[in-house]
């Protein structure tokens, strides 16, 4: 009998810690960037308040409620997104904007796991790491996870580990971890049967069963975004209706065209246009699709959340055809496929200096000014459970305690406060702005504090 045990027989694959490895930096690396943003208050749009309504709605087995959407504005019926629900056990604990970022940052790190790991499987350890690295580092990621809060965070790991298991042959993984994508966003369901066509084209030569698997599952997810888009949301609208088809509306794929060639650039070159040569591009045609056909501007450009979903296709696509390309029988494309997986992590570095992990290396990053600490003292003179109306800047301080509403949106609602960032001087007089919104109500200014403004009404 051996002395040595079994545990000790067991040899370490060489790099199987680098993908949790690099996880764990990039939380570090996302969650930072993203929270002190916070503390700083430089939040960049409404959605944080917006998603921390819904998730408090949520947490205390109420109904998703966003009232910054509208008073009594059920979020399922803005965008379904159901998923949201998972993060109400950690709000419930820890009722704060912040554990909504911390999230969200978890969630694009722990997309890097399935990404390193299926690159290093492909490819080797040193390669799988540099596409490893060149996906966290990515401009998709760093945008998304400078962007305050969005549903799509769930989205991402799921795709990333989908694919992961479509390149390791295990197809019933792939689709099964496609299919909660239903759950994310109404319009994922195409790329759930997008997914499920790249299973089908993989399994195809080795698996019939699987392909009728995989029609089924693409027939499931559009049928889902068509009950969805259809009953479900205007079911939960107060309209009846889904409020986003009128941006479907007004343009085509060629207005604006030179926007999205840029963006189509910037998600194709640091690939070296090497993953147009995977089926696994397949993936992001649903996504590029309905951006560009939308008549909304913002949805074009590589700004925002819009294209994090696009980069784990693209990263395990270029997995995929640099392993094809270096069994190629051209000398010159199993050359450049060699050097591909370097080039794309440079790509990514390159660039990083402009992007938001670049804030890092700022001390301005780590420090919260006077004036945001005035801010934040007159904000807390809102007594918890008050209703007030606010715009971008006071929201995120306040949706965790009142009964936030937008500012000009509070319809029959009167505020008990109305909180303002006019730094830009777009209200105006605030008194008389607040005029305007409430014509029966007399308010008062009680605090300014470096270009924010409460109003109380009085009695």
Not at 212 to 240: K, M
Request: hydrophobic share 50%; aromatic share 10%; net charge positive.
């Amino acid at each position: 009998m051996s002395d040595e045990s079994p545990s000790k027989g067991r040899r370490r694959t060489p790099g199987a810690r680098d993908p949790y490895v690099l996880a764990a930096a990039l939380f570090l690396a996302y969650a930072t960037v993203s929270v002190l943003r916070f503390r700083r208050m430089e939040t960049l749009s409404w959605d944080l308040g917006i998603f921390e309504q819904a998730v408090r709605g949520y947490a205390h087995l109420r109904a998703p409620v966003a009232d910054l959407k509208g008073p009594g504005a059920n979020i399922l019926g803005d965008h379904f997104s159901p998923v949201t629900a998972l993060l109400a056990p950690f709000y419930r604990l820890f009722p704060t904007p912040v554990t909504l970022l911390i999230a969200q940052s978890a969630l694009f790190a722990l997309s890097a796991v399935p990404v390193t790991r299926a690159a290093a499987r492909l490819l080797g350890r040193g390669a799988g790491l540099a596409l490893g690295v060149a996906y966290g580092l990515s401009w998709g990621l760093q945008r998304a996870a400078d962007f305050d809060f969005h549903e799509i965070c769930f989205a991402v790991p799921l795709i990333a580990f989908s694919l992961e298991a479509v390149l390791a042959r295990r197809w019933r993984a792939a689709l099964c971890w496609a299919l909660p994508l239903v759950l994310v966003k109404e319009d994922l369901g195409l790329t759930v049967a997008a997914l499920a066509a790249v299973v089908a084209l993989r399994a195809r030569r080795t698996s019939r069963r699987t392909a009728v698997y995989a029609a089924g599952v693409a027939a499931f997810g559009i049928a889902a975004v068509a009950v969805t888009l259809t009953v479900v949301i205007p079911a939960f609208n107060s309209t009846g209706a889904y409020d986003y088809w009128s941006k479907t509306s007004g343009a085509g794929p060629f207005t604006a065209s030179g926007t999205k060639v840029r963006t189509l650039l910037w998600l194709l070159l640091p690939t070296g246009l090497l993953a147009l040569r995977s089926p696994l591009a397949l993936a992001a045609v649903p996504t590029i699709g309905w951006r560009f056909l939308s008549s909304d501007d913002h949805y074009w450009s590589t700004d925002w959340h819009y294209s994090a979903v696009l980069m784990p296709v693209l990263a395990l696509a270029l997995a995929d055809a640099v392993d094809s390309g270096r069994r190629s029988p051209r000398p010159w494309l199993r050359a450049y496929a060699r050097q591909l997986p370097a080039a794309a992590a440079a790509a990514a570095l390159a660039p990083t200096t402009a992007l938001p992990l670049s804030a890092l290396t700022a001390s301005a990053t780590y420090a919260k000014s006077a004036e945001v600490s005035a801010r934040e003292r007159m904000l807390d003179r809102i007594p918890d459970g008050a209703t007030v109306e606010a715009n971008v800047g006071p929201i995120s301080r306040l949706t965790s305690r009142c009964r936030v509403l937008w500012v000009g949106d509070a319809r029959r609602v009167t505020p008990t406060y109305i909180a303002l960032d006019n730094v830009s001087g777009w209200a105006g007089d605030p008194l008389e702005y607040a005029r305007k919104l409430h014509p029966a109500a007399r308010y008062a200014i009680t605090g300014v504090a470096y270009g924010y403004v409460l109003l109380e009404r009085q009695t």
